[in-house]
Every structure is written in structure tokens, then in C-alpha cells.
């Protein structure tokens, strides 16, 4: 069974970079397609935000295409999540994601 755990920092400020990394077990980020990255904002509903494929490749949704990057570092079997100039409105819980399996999430607030 796959496991996944969202890991980063907690707060961040506004016009910085929002770095979170998603470790995975049971399973290889270098098999499969779209080990995604997923969000919710306090009382919105979930927003897919992008995805890393088994090569490396990568797909955004075009409305955060322009702030996003997501990586990966195959060596420790985790990929992440880079979301640059945040504003208070990327304030939400931050889930990775693949097929059925969810990481259990981790809040990030964008707070001066």
C-alpha cells in the first residue's frame, strides 16, 4: 500500500516561495503517471494544482502554471511542490496525491 506525508514548513510570508515535499512508501514516484499535488482553501473545495510523472515530467493547472514547480529527488522517493510569490488567498491545506492515496495533509497559512 502506498503511503504518502506531506512535509514543510507551516507559515509562510506573502511574495515568498511556499516549499512543501511529499515523501512516498509502498511505492516508487519513478512508476506511474501524475504523483499530484492537491489543495483546499478554508471553506472552498479541492484544487489540483500539478503533477509529476514516472519520467519526469510535469503538467500544471494553468491558473498556478506560472508560480508552480514541481520536482522530484528519486534517490529519497519524494517529490515537491514550489508555489512562488503567495498571497493570504494560497492559504489552505496541501495534499499529495496519487491514484486512491492521500497524504493526510498539512496546513499551510501565507501570513505576514
Known amino acids: 500500500q502506498v503511503q504518502l506525508q506531506e512535509s514543510g514548513p507551516g507559515l509562510v510570508k506573502p511574495s515568498q516561495t511556499l516549499s512543501l515535499t511529499c515523501t512516498v512508501s509502498g511505492g516508487s514516484i519513478t512508476t506511474n503517471y501524475a504523483w499530484s499535488w492537491i489543495r483546499q482553501p478554508p471553506g472552498k473545495g479541492l484544487e489540483w494544482m500539478g503533477a509529476i510523472n514516472y519520467d519526469g515530467s510535469t503538467y500544471y493547472s494553468p491558473s498556478l502554471k506560472s508560480r508552480t514547480s514541481i520536482s522530484r529527488d528519486t534517490s529519497k522517493n519524494q517529490f515537491s511542490l514550489e508555489l512562488s510569490s503567495v498571497t493570504p488567498e494560497d492559504t489552505a491545506v496541501y495534499y499529495c496525491?496519487?491514484?486512491?492515496?492521500w497524504g493526510q495533509g498539512t496546513q499551510v497559512t501565507v501570513s505576514s
Open positions: 496525491q496519487i491514484f486512491k492515496y
